[in-house]
Every structure is written in structure tokens, then in C-alpha cells.
């Protein structure tokens, strides 16, 4: 077929299809207007009473009607009296009220449409009053299965459905009760249904969430699962928009791991999908949480979440698909739904890991939060004093447990400092680049007589930096400073803003955080006193870029990634760095150098005198420096 060939045939068929779509739209438009016309001349006809116009539009009214009884038959065939009789209603909503939340419960779809928690004010700048999980009209719950009936095999969405309940529209615990239930049912047929039964606990955030199929056995179909869907957008909560996105995201758990994975965070869309078991799912933000945990495990999951505008009254729109295992004999399957904030030692008691919810950080981080800064936290919390005293103390607390790693690591400071002109004179001995390596073994030997360590000034500041990055990750973290005041800063959790900026900076905001200022200054005087007790380096080469890095960078780039995060967190490294510049002050006082040269002295003598066997390290970087010689030599002589 050759080129004029194809070209005509598309011609041929971009006109059939334009006159196919011409005359569609307009015999559309003829219906219509014969609609319209036939509408008008019946109204005539009723005000001038003709009969032949008056029955020829109640014989079209009655077809209609035919026509919708008709459809009305089929559907009753096809789903039963039962069934279609639940797809129309009115909405109507439910309330329970235990200690801790207000959770509204709809018989539209049987599902949880909002849950208010009491204890927790909502701080963003769009809303007030109490948290509200849900959005307004955006919870979704579904449940999908198969029923056989009259033609076949037909397939069920709770969610279009309006159950029966007999509960009232508002109950509360008195004393006496423990519990409550609202029953939920959608029934199939004058004996069998299908029933969410909820159980709420008065002093719990979790409840329970049954799902009962009663009489269904020869109905439902001979499916292996059934498929959940779980929706609801997430209002914002907290006063940045940034840190609340960034700690809002879908987290779910392995059944038998002790981690929690999530899908990412993003300030557009994510998705994933697990093609393995799930023990449960949470639509997690950076304070509280809904969790849906299946007593059996989930068995695949498709999960996604939208994220809004910063602009906007929502953060994040979550969808979830679940699949659960299902057999028709088996008439009960229980999962939970957990409500509530991301407390540590709430989410604990569960014992299903919902505490890794809340990120403190894995390995050495994580235990450091858990074995020390929470339960030190949770002990000076008992005392019912002001959060920021609580900071206070603890950062105390902290620095008494790290005390002798930080006199150690000033202790080589100052010996490296006293040692500094020994050093210059053997740079000065080996200025040539060939004499490197007696050079380095000069030093080892200088810093073996003097007993110094050249790393112990820097191990001691290794071995404190998991404690530096654990409460980098604790204080955001912790819903127990939010909306805690504390000096100018009405939000511990929260940034402090003394001045509202009119403009936005780049990698900074729109607004001045007070303590974040003061952290950075506190940050600059403090290396300024800590290159002032160590041995002058100007000469040595990328130490001037390495002070500068200290003095300015470091604290400039704090001050910006910091003035939007939890003002607890800039309070506590300010605190850190004033005590820090105390003890530095403390040290110079206590450590008198001449009596420290003087003992260094003493114990080089007395090494000289006795000699000890070298050490199988030392003999090994002894070998190595001699390796290192022969083959600077060989590249000479080629």
C-alpha cells in the first residue's frame, strides 16, 4: 500500500467520523427539543383541555413508569427486596463518647465518619477547637463481597448501602460501663445479614471492629478474599505546614518485624503496593494517627496518598485497598481501629510495634531515645513542672552522663596543645616531602612518650553524637511539648516566631524563630572558645576552610534549617551549647597546663627508662610506614 493510498484512507475516515459525531450531536438536539416542545404543548393542553395532547403525554408518562417498574422487577431478582430496598435512604449519624474522643459512626456504608480526640487542641491557622482526624464528608470505608442470588453471582460495596442500627444517636458511659457497642447491619434478606459490630472501650483509643456474616452461608460466594477500602483526607493539624508534611505519611508493619515501613514522604503524590502480609496499616501524621490492624494479617495492600496545597485547610488525601482472607463458613473476622496521638508509651501497651510509629530513630539512635531520653523524660514529667524546665533538666542530666567523655576529650586537647612546639620542631627537622614518613614516625613517637592520643580529642565527641542526633529526633517527635509555653515560644512542638516576616526567604520562612537565633550565636561563640584551647593549626593546610566551616557555615546553615523545627529542639542546643562553653571555662580554671606539661614530662621519662615491648598494632603501622618508605623509594630511582 503506498503513501497516497494510506493518506486517502485516513481522509476517508476522519470524514466518516465527523459526520458520524455531526449526527449524533444533532439528533441529540432534536430529542431534546421535541422533549421541550412536547413538555409545553402538555401544558397547553392541560389550560385548554385538549384530550388527544393530554393522552398522548400520559401514555409516554405510563411507559416510563412501565419502564422503571420493569427495571425495579430485575433489580429485585438480582439483589433481592432486602438489598434494594438499603440502596435508598436518609443519612443519618451516631455519637459515642468515652474519655478520650467523640467518634461519629454513619448508617450510610456502616463506617466512622469523624472522631474528635478531646484531649488535644487543633493549632493550625485555618481551624480551632479540638483535633478532628477526619476532614468533614471524606471518611470512606467499603467492604466488597460476593453474594448468589436469584440470576447469579452479584457483587456487594457496603459503602452503597444505608444499614440498620438499633443504638441512639448519642451515647455516653456512665460509672458503671466499661463498654459500648454499635451494631451496624445490612441485611440480605429477612433472615440473613451482614453486621459491623464496633465496641468501644471508655478509657481506650482503640476499638474493636467485628465484622459478622449471620445466616449467609449458602448465599455468599465461594470466594478466597474480600477487599477493604479505607479513604479520608487529613486536615492540618499544627502551626508549619513543612514539618507536619514531612511526619505525615502511610505507614504499615511485617507481621513479626519490630520495624515499620511507610511509603515516603512528599509534598505531591506516593504509592505502593505490598504484595505480602500486612499485620496493619496507619494513616499517620506528625502527631496523631488511624490505624486499621487485622487480627489475622492482611494479605496485600495498594496504598496512596494526594498532598494539598500549603494554602490549603487539608495536608494529605489517604487511600488504602486491603485484601483479607475470606471463607463462607467461617461467620466472624475481628480487626481494630486505633484513634488517638502518637504517644510512646500509649501506643507501647498495644504491644503490636505501633510505638515505631513515632521516628526516634533506628539502631543506636532509637536506643538511645528508648533506653534513656524517654523514660528520664517521662520521670521529670511526673513532677507536673514547666516543659521548659523539664528541657533544662534533662540537658543537665545528660551532660553529667557524658561529663567524663568531654574532661577526657579537653584533656587531649591540652596535652596536644602543650606538645604543639615538639611537633613544629619536627616539621621543622623533616621539611621535605621525602622525609614524610620519618616524619610520621617521630610524631608516633613524640605522642607515645608524651601519652598522647591523637584521636582523643575527637572519640569522645564521637561516642556523644548518636545522644546529639537521638535529640535531634526526640523533641519534633514529642507530642508531650505540643502546646507547651515556655518563655516568648507558646508551642514547644513548634517553631517560635517573634517577628512575622512580610516576604518569604529562600531555605529560611517567613518568620524569626527566637531561640533558633540564639542557638546559632551560642553555636559560633562556642567553636570561637574551643579553637582558642586548641593547639594553633592556621598553618596546616584546609584547617583555615575547616574553621571557617565551624565559626560561620555550621551555624548559619543550623539557623536556617532550624527556624522552622520544634522551638524544644533549638532550646535544648542552645542550653547544651551554654553549658558546653561553662565547662570549657571550668576546665581552664581546673587544669593547670604547666603542672599538666610537667606530669607529661614525668611519665616520658619514665617510659624512656623502661622501655616496653611494642604492641602488635605498633608493629604493624611500623611495617606499614616502612612499606610506604621502600616504594617512595623505588618511584625515585625510576
Known sequence: MDKNTVVGLIVIAAMLFGFSWYSSNQSKKFAEEKRIQDSIAYVKALESGEPEIIRSAEEDSLSQQAQTQKQDSLLVQQFGKSLVAARSGQEHTYKVENDFFIITFSNKGGKVVGVELKDYKNYSKFSKGNVQLYAPNSARFNLEFFINHGLGTVRINTEDYYFTTDSPESITFNDTETQQHVSMKLHVDSTSYMEYLYTIHKDNYMIDFDVRFVNMEQILSNQSDVVFSWSSIAPQHEKGFKNENNATTISYKYPGDKSVENIGISEGSKQEVVNSQVQWIAFK?????????????????????????????????????????????????????????????????????????????????????????????????????????????????????????????????????????????????????????????????????????????????????????????????????????????????????????????????????????????????????????????????????????MLWVMPIMLLAIFNNYSSGLSYYYLLSNMITMGQTFGFRYIVNDEKLHARMKQNAAKKSAKPKKKSKWQQRYEEMIREQQRQAQNSRKR
Request: hydrophobic content about 45%.
Open 285 to 549: 501524621q506528625q502527631f496523631f494517627s488511624s490505624i486499621f490492624i487485622a487480627e489475622n494479617n492482611f494479605q496485600n495492600v495498594d496504598l496512596q496518598f494526594d498532598t494539598y496545597a500549603p494554602d490549603n485547610v487539608n495536608i494529605k488525601k489517604f487511600n488504602a485497598s486491603l485484601t483479607s482472607d475470606f471463607d463462607r463458613n467461617t461467620p466472624e473476622y475481628n480487626f481494630h481501629f486505633y484513634y488517638g496521638p502518637n504517644k510512646y508509651a500509649i501506643l507501647k501497651k498495644y504491644d503490636i510495634s505501633t510505638q515505631r510509629l513515632i521516628p526516634l530513630g533506628g539502631n543506636i539512635i532509637g536506643i538511645v531515645n528508648r533506653a534513656l531520653v524517654i523514660p528520664v523524660f517521662d520521670w521529670l514529667e511526673k513532677t507536673g513542672m514547666n516543659y521548659g524546665l523539664i528541657i533544662l533538666i534533662l540537658t543537665f542530666i545528660i551532660k553529667i552522663i557524658i561529663f567524663p567523655l568531654t574532661y577526657k576529650s579537653y584533656l587531649s586537647t591540652a596535652k596536644m596543645r602543650l606538645i604543639k612546639p615538639e611537633m613544629d620542631a619536627l616539621t621543622a627537622k623533616y621539611p621535605k616531602q621525602e622525609d614524610a614518613m620519618k616524619r610520621q614516625q617521630a610524631m608516633m613517637a613524640l605522642y607515645k612518650q608524651a601519652g598522647v592520643n591523637p584521636m582523643g580529642g575527637c572519640l569522645p565527641l564521637l561516642i556523644q553524637f548518636p545522644i546529639l542526633i537521638a535529640m535531634f529526633r526526640f523533641f519534633p517527635a514529642s507530642i508531650e511539648l505540643r502546646g507547651q509555653p515556655f518563655l516568648w515560644a507558646d508551642d514547644l512542638s513548634s517553631y517560635d516566631s517573634i517577628l512575622q516576616l512580610p516576604f518569604n526567604i529562600p531555605f529560611y520562612g517567613d518568620h524569626v524563630s527566637l531561640f533558633t537565633l540564639l542557638m546559632a550565636v551560642s553555636m559560633h561563640i562556642s567553636a570561637r572558645i574551643n579553637y582558642a584551647v586548641q593547639p594553633d593549626t592556621s598553618g596546616q593546610p584546609g584547617m583555615g576552610m575547616m574553621k571557617g566551616m
